[in-house]
């Protein structure tokens, strides 16, 4: 299995809501990342974590909060975002994300929109 | 920091035709460089990777791409394009040392005409 799923692939939510964005792998990856991707534009690194622990915070607003439960699996619970927002989501792996040459496996991605 | 520039934003090609998409890339330390492929409706996938060595670096589908230290490049080359080719290509730079932190180029679409 060398996939990284992404749920839900496509979310509208309100400026008032609380939603979560789930990511999981099985490739016994010790690394996950979140990314965001407007359109038109790179994807630009939010947050990874390495062995469970958040190794990177790229001063994202804390309306996003990640979570990794385990190693397979990395949240991003979103509240109270704004429009400017909407963006497509992407989650990625990598071997163990201490090393820099390490490959990124990457998700599909789930198309968020806020309303 | 570390930033990419890729010159070409789309690109229009017949088959058989030769490819050679510029990236350009600012940093003032050893860097490690990728390009990822994204093909219509597929996630972002690594075509090749360059981290040390020889410069000129092979990676899937008979893509090639050669590190030019002096001039900060990063080209992505092929000989002859398939209409499979179609896809938008990101190159991509990470600092050697530390922690996977990625910067992606814009992107460049790719287009083949059969």
């Known amino acids: 299995d060398t996939e990284v799923t992404q749920t839900p692939k496509h979310l509208v939510m309100g400026m008032t809501n609380k939603k979560s964005l789930k990511c999981e792998q099985h490739?016994?990856?010790?690394?996950m990342y979140w990314y965001k991707q407007k359109a038109k534009k790179p994807p630009e690194l939010m947050f990874v974590y390495s062995y469970e622990k958040l190794s990177i915070n790229e001063s994202v607003p804390s309306r996003f909060s990640p979570e990794c439960p385990n190693s397979s699996l990395l949240n991003l619970h979103l509240h109270a975002l704004q429009p400017e927002d909407s963006a497509l989501y992407l989650c990625a792996s990598s071997l163990s994300g201490g090393v820099s040459n390490e490959k990124l496996f990457f998700g599909s991605g789930t198309q968020l929109s806020v309303l | 920091a570390q930033s990419v520039s890729q010159h070409n934003h789309h690109v229009i090609l017949s088959e058989a035709a030769s490819l050679e998409l510029g990236c350009n890339y600012s940093?003032?330390?050893?860097?490690?460089l990728f390009w990822y492929v994204q093909y219509p409706g597929q996630h972002l996938q690594l075509l090749l990777k360059y981290f040390s060595g020889d410069p000129l670096v092979k990676g899937i589908k008979g893509f090639e791409a050669e590190f030019i230290k002096s001039k900060f490049s990063f080209n992505l080359r092929k000989p002859s394009v398939q209409w499979s080719d179609t896809a938008e290509y990101f190159c991509a730079v990470n600092a050697r040392g530390g922690y996977q932190k990625v910067t992606f180029g814009i992107g460049t679409k790719l287009q083949v005409i059969p």
């Open positions: 940093y003032g330390g050893t860097v490690n």
């Open positions: 490739m016994g990856h010790r690394a």
